[in-house]
Protein backbone atom coordinates (compact mmCIF):
# COMPACT_ATOMS: atom_id res chain seq x y z
CA UNK A 1 0.00 0.00 0.00
CA UNK A 2 1.35 3.65 -1.03
CA UNK A 3 1.62 5.58 2.68
CA UNK A 4 -1.45 7.67 3.82
CA UNK A 5 -1.78 11.18 5.59
CA UNK A 6 -2.12 10.87 9.75
CA UNK A 7 -6.12 12.14 9.08
CA UNK A 8 -7.35 8.84 8.37
CA UNK A 9 -5.60 7.16 11.10
CA UNK A 10 -6.89 9.38 13.70
CA UNK A 11 -10.47 9.87 12.60
CA UNK A 12 -10.51 5.75 13.14
CA UNK A 13 -8.61 6.07 16.41
CA UNK A 14 -11.06 8.62 17.77
CA UNK A 15 -13.80 7.12 16.60
CA UNK A 16 -13.09 3.64 17.60
CA UNK A 17 -11.73 4.74 20.67
CA UNK A 18 -7.83 3.12 20.62
CA UNK A 19 -4.62 4.53 21.15
CA UNK A 20 -2.14 4.73 18.54
CA UNK A 21 1.55 4.49 19.22
CA UNK A 22 4.27 6.80 17.22
CA UNK A 23 7.23 5.78 16.70
CA UNK A 24 10.57 7.37 15.64
CA UNK A 25 12.91 5.83 13.62
CA UNK A 26 16.54 6.97 12.98
CA UNK A 27 17.99 3.84 10.85
CA UNK A 28 16.61 1.86 8.19
CA UNK A 29 16.50 -1.32 9.74
CA UNK A 30 14.22 0.47 12.30
CA UNK A 31 11.85 1.26 9.66
CA UNK A 32 12.01 -2.06 8.84
CA UNK A 33 11.87 -3.99 11.82
CA UNK A 34 8.71 -1.39 12.77
CA UNK A 35 6.72 -1.67 9.73
CA UNK A 36 7.00 -5.87 10.24
CA UNK A 37 6.16 -5.49 13.79
CA UNK A 38 3.15 -3.66 13.11
CA UNK A 39 2.04 -6.29 10.42
CA UNK A 40 2.49 -8.98 12.95
CA UNK A 41 -0.23 -7.14 15.00
CA UNK A 42 -2.54 -5.40 12.27
CA UNK A 43 -1.97 -2.25 13.26
CA UNK A 44 -2.08 0.77 11.69
CA UNK A 45 1.53 2.09 11.89
CA UNK A 46 3.23 5.44 12.42
CA UNK A 47 6.51 6.12 11.78
CA UNK A 48 7.89 9.30 12.83
CA UNK A 49 11.25 11.34 11.70
CA UNK A 50 12.31 13.86 14.60
CA UNK A 51 13.28 16.97 12.28
CA UNK A 52 16.79 16.36 13.52
CA UNK A 53 16.90 12.89 12.88
CA UNK A 54 16.33 13.42 9.17
CA UNK A 55 19.73 15.37 9.61
CA UNK A 56 21.79 12.22 10.98
CA UNK A 57 20.01 9.97 8.01
CA UNK A 58 21.58 12.76 5.47
CA UNK A 59 24.63 11.52 6.72
CA UNK A 60 25.77 14.37 9.83
CA UNK A 61 26.65 12.50 12.75
CA UNK A 62 27.10 15.80 14.80
CA UNK A 63 23.07 16.19 13.68
CA UNK A 64 22.57 19.48 15.74
CA UNK A 65 24.11 21.11 13.59
CA UNK A 66 22.09 19.58 10.05
CA UNK A 67 21.87 22.12 7.49
CA UNK A 68 18.69 22.06 5.69
CA UNK A 69 20.16 20.00 2.61
CA UNK A 70 21.28 17.73 5.35
CA UNK A 71 17.44 17.27 6.31
CA UNK A 72 16.61 16.79 2.52
CA UNK A 73 18.70 14.09 2.33
CA UNK A 74 17.68 12.04 5.12
CA UNK A 75 14.04 12.72 4.67
CA UNK A 76 14.61 11.02 1.28
CA UNK A 77 16.52 8.86 3.13
CA UNK A 78 13.72 7.59 5.54
CA UNK A 79 11.29 8.22 3.30
CA UNK A 80 12.46 5.23 0.61
CA UNK A 81 13.20 2.81 3.37
CA UNK A 82 9.91 3.56 4.30
CA UNK A 83 8.70 2.66 0.94
CA UNK A 84 10.65 -0.14 0.57
CA UNK A 85 9.22 -2.07 3.19
CA UNK A 86 5.68 -0.70 3.44
CA UNK A 87 5.17 -0.62 -0.32
CA UNK A 88 3.77 -4.72 -0.33
CA UNK A 89 2.12 -3.98 3.15
CA UNK A 90 -1.18 -4.97 4.01
CA UNK A 91 -1.44 -2.14 6.87
CA UNK A 92 -1.69 1.77 6.23
CA UNK A 93 1.51 3.49 7.11
CA UNK A 94 1.89 6.76 7.77
CA UNK A 95 5.44 8.65 7.59
CA UNK A 96 5.16 11.66 10.21
CA UNK A 97 7.82 14.70 10.65
CA UNK A 98 8.30 14.66 14.65
CA UNK A 99 8.69 18.56 16.13
CA UNK A 100 9.15 19.98 12.77
CA UNK A 101 10.55 23.52 13.76
CA UNK A 102 10.37 26.02 11.16
CA UNK A 103 7.89 26.08 7.56
CA UNK A 104 11.37 24.75 5.53
CA UNK A 105 11.85 21.60 7.61
CA UNK A 106 8.12 20.70 7.05
CA UNK A 107 8.66 21.30 3.58
CA UNK A 108 11.67 19.51 3.30
CA UNK A 109 9.94 16.41 4.86
CA UNK A 110 7.16 16.84 2.66
CA UNK A 111 9.49 16.88 -0.36
CA UNK A 112 10.92 14.02 0.78
CA UNK A 113 8.54 11.99 1.11
CA UNK A 114 6.43 13.01 4.32
CA UNK A 115 2.79 12.41 4.39
CA UNK A 116 2.17 14.23 7.55
CA UNK A 117 4.37 16.91 9.40
CA UNK A 118 4.68 18.41 13.12
CA UNK A 119 5.11 22.29 13.21
CA UNK A 120 6.07 22.61 16.78
CA UNK A 121 5.23 26.49 17.60
CA UNK A 122 4.87 25.85 21.21
CA UNK A 123 7.81 28.22 22.82
CA UNK A 124 6.25 30.93 20.35
CA UNK A 125 3.24 33.60 21.83
CA UNK A 126 0.13 32.03 21.17
CA UNK A 127 -0.56 34.66 17.88
CA UNK A 128 2.91 33.63 16.46
CA UNK A 129 1.72 29.49 16.82
CA UNK A 130 -1.17 30.42 15.19
CA UNK A 131 0.24 32.24 12.39
CA UNK A 132 2.80 30.09 12.13
CA UNK A 133 1.10 26.56 11.92
CA UNK A 134 -1.91 28.27 9.71
CA UNK A 135 1.00 28.70 7.30
CA UNK A 136 2.05 25.12 7.40
CA UNK A 137 -1.19 23.36 7.17
CA UNK A 138 -2.35 25.67 3.83
CA UNK A 139 0.71 24.49 2.76
CA UNK A 140 0.27 20.84 3.70
CA UNK A 141 -2.99 20.09 3.46
CA UNK A 142 -2.63 21.58 -0.30
CA UNK A 143 -0.58 18.68 -1.11
CA UNK A 144 -2.66 15.93 1.13
CA UNK A 145 -0.49 15.98 4.01
CA UNK A 146 -1.57 15.98 7.62
CA UNK A 147 -0.42 18.75 10.45
CA UNK A 148 -0.07 18.26 14.13
CA UNK A 149 0.94 21.42 16.47
CA UNK A 150 1.57 21.56 19.61
CA UNK A 151 0.45 23.99 22.26
CA UNK A 152 1.48 24.29 25.71
CA UNK A 153 5.38 23.38 26.79
CA UNK A 154 6.33 19.87 27.77
CA UNK A 155 9.98 19.83 30.13
CA UNK A 156 12.99 17.63 29.46
CA UNK A 157 15.14 16.90 26.39
CA UNK A 158 14.52 15.66 22.97
CA UNK A 159 17.22 16.35 20.10
CA UNK A 160 16.43 20.50 20.09
CA UNK A 161 13.39 20.48 21.89
CA UNK A 162 14.62 21.60 25.21
CA UNK A 163 12.65 23.60 28.23
CA UNK A 164 13.30 23.32 32.06
CA UNK A 165 9.55 23.62 32.95
CA UNK A 166 6.55 22.91 31.83
CA UNK A 167 3.21 24.93 31.04
CA UNK A 168 -0.01 22.90 30.83
CA UNK A 169 -2.28 23.10 28.13
CA UNK A 170 -5.21 25.57 28.73
CA UNK A 171 -8.07 23.84 27.00
CA UNK A 172 -9.62 26.99 26.03
CA UNK A 173 -6.39 27.82 24.25
CA UNK A 174 -6.23 23.85 22.69
CA UNK A 175 -10.00 24.60 21.16
CA UNK A 176 -9.08 27.92 19.97
CA UNK A 177 -5.94 26.55 18.49
CA UNK A 178 -7.76 23.88 16.10
CA UNK A 179 -10.41 26.28 15.60
CA UNK A 180 -8.09 29.23 13.89
CA UNK A 181 -5.76 26.21 12.42
CA UNK A 182 -7.23 24.18 11.20
CA UNK A 183 -4.74 21.60 12.34
CA UNK A 184 -5.82 17.27 12.58
CA UNK A 185 -3.65 17.06 15.58
CA UNK A 186 -2.09 18.83 18.39
CA UNK A 187 0.32 17.70 21.07
CA UNK A 188 -0.60 19.06 24.98
CA UNK A 189 1.00 19.35 28.07
CA UNK A 190 -0.75 17.46 30.65
CA UNK A 191 1.98 16.08 32.62
CA UNK A 192 4.13 14.04 30.18
CA UNK A 193 8.11 15.04 29.44
CA UNK A 194 10.35 14.52 26.98
CA UNK A 195 13.72 12.39 27.93
CA UNK A 196 14.42 9.33 30.36
CA UNK A 197 14.00 11.19 33.65
CA UNK A 198 10.74 12.17 34.17
CA UNK A 199 10.47 11.69 37.72
CA UNK A 200 8.72 8.89 40.15
CA UNK A 201 5.42 8.52 39.90
CA UNK A 202 4.14 10.73 36.87
CA UNK A 203 0.41 11.63 37.31
CA UNK A 204 -0.95 12.47 34.25
CA UNK A 205 -3.61 15.69 34.15
CA UNK A 206 -6.03 13.73 32.20
CA UNK A 207 -8.91 16.52 33.03
CA UNK A 208 -7.53 18.32 30.45
CA UNK A 209 -7.83 16.23 27.22
CA UNK A 210 -11.38 15.68 28.70
CA UNK A 211 -11.51 19.16 29.04
CA UNK A 212 -10.71 20.00 25.23
CA UNK A 213 -12.41 16.58 23.52
CA UNK A 214 -15.66 17.65 25.33
CA UNK A 215 -16.04 21.23 23.28
CA UNK A 216 -14.82 19.74 20.45
CA UNK A 217 -17.10 17.65 20.38
CA UNK A 218 -19.72 20.28 21.20
CA UNK A 219 -18.79 22.09 18.31
CA UNK A 220 -18.17 19.50 15.99
CA UNK A 221 -15.05 20.01 15.11
CA UNK A 222 -12.70 17.10 14.50
CA UNK A 223 -9.09 17.04 15.74
CA UNK A 224 -7.08 14.60 17.57
CA UNK A 225 -5.10 15.14 20.65
CA UNK A 226 -1.51 13.74 21.04
CA UNK A 227 0.72 12.58 23.87
CA UNK A 228 4.27 13.57 23.68
CA UNK A 229 7.43 12.30 25.65
CA UNK A 230 5.33 9.66 26.82
CA UNK A 231 7.98 6.53 26.96
CA UNK A 232 7.62 4.16 29.63
CA UNK A 233 11.34 3.68 30.02
CA UNK A 234 11.21 -0.13 31.17
CA UNK A 235 13.10 -0.34 34.23
CA UNK A 236 14.16 -4.27 33.21
CA UNK A 237 15.95 -2.69 30.43
CA UNK A 238 17.67 -0.03 32.31
CA UNK A 239 18.80 -2.55 34.61
CA UNK A 240 20.12 -5.03 32.22
CA UNK A 241 22.09 -1.90 30.56
CA UNK A 242 23.53 -1.24 33.81
CA UNK A 243 24.41 -4.90 33.76
CA UNK A 244 26.08 -4.96 31.32
CA UNK A 245 28.26 -1.80 32.19
CA UNK A 246 26.10 0.78 31.97
CA UNK A 247 25.66 4.01 33.76
CA UNK A 248 23.00 4.97 33.84
CA UNK A 249 20.51 6.67 36.95
CA UNK A 250 17.75 8.97 37.88
CA UNK A 251 15.51 7.59 34.40
CA UNK A 252 11.60 7.33 34.87
CA UNK A 253 9.16 6.75 32.43
CA UNK A 254 5.27 7.33 32.44
CA UNK A 255 3.85 4.08 33.46
CA UNK A 256 1.80 1.96 31.20
CA UNK A 257 -1.12 2.51 33.28
CA UNK A 258 -0.92 5.90 32.72
CA UNK A 259 -0.96 5.90 29.52
CA UNK A 260 -3.81 3.53 29.13
CA UNK A 261 -5.84 5.60 30.72
CA UNK A 262 -5.31 8.68 29.13
CA UNK A 263 -6.84 6.79 26.06
CA UNK A 264 -10.55 6.82 27.09
CA UNK A 265 -10.06 10.31 27.68
CA UNK A 266 -9.09 11.70 24.66
CA UNK A 267 -5.15 10.89 24.05
CA UNK A 268 -5.18 9.18 20.41
CA UNK A 269 -1.59 9.43 19.16
CA UNK A 270 0.93 8.66 21.67
CA UNK A 271 4.90 9.51 21.02
CA UNK A 272 7.64 7.14 21.70
CA UNK A 273 11.38 6.76 21.30
CA UNK A 274 13.51 6.66 24.59
CA UNK A 275 12.55 3.38 25.16
CA UNK A 276 13.29 2.29 21.79
CA UNK A 277 17.01 3.75 21.85
CA UNK A 278 17.20 2.20 25.15
CA UNK A 279 16.05 -1.39 23.99
CA UNK A 280 18.60 -1.14 20.63
CA UNK A 281 21.47 0.44 23.07
CA UNK A 282 20.58 -2.80 25.53
CA UNK A 283 21.21 -5.39 22.46
CA UNK A 284 24.49 -3.72 20.89
CA UNK A 285 25.92 -4.01 24.61
CA UNK A 286 25.07 -7.69 24.84
CA UNK A 287 26.48 -8.61 21.91
CA UNK A 288 29.66 -7.39 22.71
CA UNK A 289 29.51 -8.86 25.85
CA UNK A 290 28.65 -12.30 24.36
CA UNK A 291 30.72 -12.38 21.46
CA UNK A 292 34.36 -10.64 22.79
CA UNK A 293 36.03 -11.00 19.42
CA UNK A 294 33.66 -8.82 18.17
CA UNK A 295 35.23 -5.87 19.91
CA UNK A 296 37.64 -5.39 17.75
CA UNK A 297 35.77 -6.25 14.53
CA UNK A 298 37.06 -3.98 11.05
CA UNK A 299 33.45 -3.10 10.63
CA UNK A 300 31.94 -2.65 13.99
CA UNK A 301 34.55 -2.28 16.55
CA UNK A 302 34.13 1.18 16.18
CA UNK A 303 30.27 1.06 17.84
CA UNK A 304 32.08 -1.14 21.19
CA UNK A 305 34.66 1.69 21.55
CA UNK A 306 31.45 4.53 21.43
CA UNK A 307 29.75 2.37 24.09
CA UNK A 308 32.30 2.17 26.13
CA UNK A 309 33.75 5.73 25.85
CA UNK A 310 29.76 6.58 26.61
CA UNK A 311 28.17 4.51 29.48
CA UNK A 312 26.06 7.13 30.47
CA UNK A 313 24.40 7.92 27.08
CA UNK A 314 21.65 5.37 25.48
CA UNK A 315 20.97 6.91 22.29
CA UNK A 316 21.64 4.71 18.85
CA UNK A 317 22.81 7.86 17.29
CA UNK A 318 25.74 8.45 19.42
CA UNK A 319 26.67 4.82 18.63
CA UNK A 320 26.07 4.07 15.09
CA UNK A 321 28.67 6.18 13.16
CA UNK A 322 30.86 3.73 11.96
CA UNK A 323 28.21 2.24 10.05
CA UNK A 324 26.10 4.98 8.23
CA UNK A 325 26.26 3.41 5.32
CA UNK A 326 23.99 0.77 6.97
CA UNK A 327 21.71 3.47 8.69
CA UNK A 328 21.17 5.56 5.95
CA UNK A 329 20.50 2.91 3.25
CA UNK A 330 20.40 -0.49 4.58
CA UNK A 331 23.69 -1.67 3.35
CA UNK A 332 25.02 -4.96 4.84
CA UNK A 333 28.44 -5.57 4.28
CA UNK A 334 29.58 -8.58 6.57
CA UNK A 335 27.89 -10.82 9.16
CA UNK A 336 29.47 -8.32 12.01
CA UNK A 337 27.27 -5.28 10.51
CA UNK A 338 24.64 -7.97 10.25
CA UNK A 339 25.04 -8.44 13.95
CA UNK A 340 24.56 -4.93 14.47
CA UNK A 341 21.05 -4.81 12.66
CA UNK A 342 19.75 -7.62 14.07
CA UNK A 343 20.53 -5.65 17.16
CA UNK A 344 18.35 -2.90 16.05
CA UNK A 345 15.62 -4.93 14.62
CA UNK A 346 14.96 -6.81 17.67
CA UNK A 347 14.97 -3.73 19.74
CA UNK A 348 12.37 -1.95 17.80
CA UNK A 349 10.36 -5.00 17.57
CA UNK A 350 10.97 -5.52 21.81
CA UNK A 351 9.30 -2.29 22.62
CA UNK A 352 6.86 -1.30 19.61
CA UNK A 353 5.76 -5.06 20.19
CA UNK A 354 4.67 -4.47 23.77
CA UNK A 355 3.22 -0.92 23.26
CA UNK A 356 0.49 -1.62 20.07
CA UNK A 357 -0.42 -4.54 22.11
CA UNK A 358 -0.73 -2.10 25.49
CA UNK A 359 -2.29 0.94 23.89
CA UNK A 360 -4.77 -1.25 22.16
CA UNK A 361 -4.54 -0.83 18.03
CA UNK A 362 -3.63 -4.40 17.61
CA UNK A 363 -6.24 -5.57 14.72
CA UNK A 364 -7.23 -1.94 14.23
CA UNK A 365 -5.65 -1.45 10.40
CA UNK A 366 -8.83 -2.78 8.78
CA UNK A 367 -10.24 -0.06 10.48
CA UNK A 368 -8.00 2.71 8.82
CA UNK A 369 -9.30 4.02 5.23
CA UNK A 370 -6.74 3.94 3.10
CA UNK A 371 -6.57 7.25 1.21
CA UNK A 372 -3.91 8.65 -1.34
CA UNK A 373 -2.59 12.41 -0.99
CA UNK A 374 -4.32 12.87 -3.82
CA UNK A 375 -7.31 12.46 -2.63
CA UNK A 376 -6.52 13.81 0.80
CA UNK A 377 -5.65 16.80 -0.99
CA UNK A 378 -9.50 16.98 -2.03
CA UNK A 379 -10.97 16.44 0.68
CA UNK A 380 -9.00 18.86 2.60
CA UNK A 381 -10.52 21.64 0.02
CA UNK A 382 -14.00 20.44 0.40
CA UNK A 383 -13.81 21.15 4.91
CA UNK A 384 -12.12 24.56 4.55
CA UNK A 385 -15.37 25.66 2.24
ZN1 LIG B 1 7.89 15.45 21.34
Known amino acids: MPLIPLRPLLEAAVKHGFGQGAFNVNAVAQAKAAIEVHEMFRSAAILQGADLANGFMGGRTDFM ?6 KKAGAKNIANAVKRYGADSEIPIVLHLDHGRDFDSCAAAIEGGYTSVMIDGSSLPFKDNVELTREVVKYAHARGVSVEGELGVLAGVEDHVFSASSTYTNPLDAVEFFKKTGVDALAISYGTMHGASKGKDVKLRKEIPVAIRECMNHLGIFGALVSHGSSTVPKYIVDEINGLGGELSGTYGISID ?3 AAIPCGISKINVDTDIRLA ?6 ELFAKYPEKRTSASIGGIYELLEAKKNLFDP ?8 DTVMYGNVPDDDVAAIVDCVERGVKEVVGTLIVQFGSVGKAPLVEQVSLDEMAERYKKMEQ
Request: aromatic share 4%.
Open 258 to 260: ELK
Open 65 to 70: NATLED
Open 280 to 285: VTRNMK
Open 317 to 324: RVFLPPVM
